[in-house]
């Protein structure tokens, strides 16, 4: 198994992507801690782990733009299972809409602060354990609103923006010492927060829910929405030892959306 023996840290891992991350290296081993604000969520998804995997897995309660709560998180992992996580996976975050000009000093810093500082916090509180066992793998769920911008997403763009770059330094900082650090950027994926999105734009336009998914699937040459299981399986890859060559780099799961 890929993942055995390693200890693996899910931020939002209640639903979407962080679920399927999750589901997808319990299967490999791992034992899994997935966090969220309210652990309700959370807690199914740790129960539906040890049902159908067999593995350890333990539901904790964070909000990742308030440091101490991120220490306090760590502190939960490293009493359930003894030591820090050898993964961590930084996928918990908010994606809301405005016009540049419409853009409150609320809505910018509510996705700076969690899209952008919760993964900072979060690095900076698993790095040591990594860096003293000399492995470790942090995979950054970002976007490819993080390569490209778009209308009435600035606040979110600029975010994820900033988690490439925060990824892309801390790999040159720790590439020598058995850590690699990546982040995965997919367009859109068949979520919650995807379905939102078509709610926006049904109340934005009009247009009825089908011609609104229409309109996001036609925004990738393969006409379709990218599915959690494909991003969970390239989170799978980066954390393995098969995933050990790759560090520093931003990686697509769009369906070709920014060839266009």
């Not at 058995?178 to 049904?202: D, F, L, Q, S």
Request: glycine content about 10%; charged content about 25%; some cysteine.
């Amino acid at each position: 198994m890929k993942l055995e023996e390693r200890i693996a840290l899910i931020t939002g891992g209640g639903r979407g992507i962080g679920r399927a991350i999750a589901m997808a290296f319990a299967r490999e081993g791992a034992k899994v801690i997935v966090a969220a604000r309210t652990t309700e969520q959370v807690a199914r998804v740790a129960e539906e782990i040890e049902r159908e995997c067999g593995m350890a897995a333990r539901a904790v309660s964070c909000d990742v733009a308030d440091a101490a709560s991120v220490a306090r998180m760590f502190e939960d992992g490293e009493r359930l299972f003894g030591r820090g996580p050898d993964i961590l996976v930084n996928n918990a975050g908010i994606a809301e809409s405005a016009p540049l000009l419409k853009t409150t000093d609320e809505l910018w810093h509510r996705h700076l602060n969690i899209n952008l500082s919760g993964t900072f916090y979060c690095t900076c509180a698993a790095l040591p354990h990594m860096l003293e066992r000399g492995w470790g793998r942090i995979i950054n769920i970002a976007s490819i609103a993080g390569k490209t911008g778009s209308p009435y997403i600035a606040a979110y763009s600029a975010s994820k923006h900033g988690v490439i770059g925060l990824t892309r330094s801390v790999a040159m900082e720790v590439a020598r010492r058995g850590v690699t650090v990546n982040a995965i950027c997919p367009g859109y994926v068949e979520t919650e927060m995807t379905t939102r999105a078509i709610e926006n734009i049904t109340n934005r336009t009009g247009r009825s829910e089908d011609e609104a998914r229409a309109t996001l699937e036609q925004m990738s040459p393969q006409n379709r929405l990218v599915t959690t299981e494909e991003v969970a399986a390239m989170a799978l890859l980066l954390a393995s030892e098969e995933g050990r060559g790759i560090t520093g780099q931003a990686i697509n799961i769009d369906g070709g959306s920014l060839l266009y």
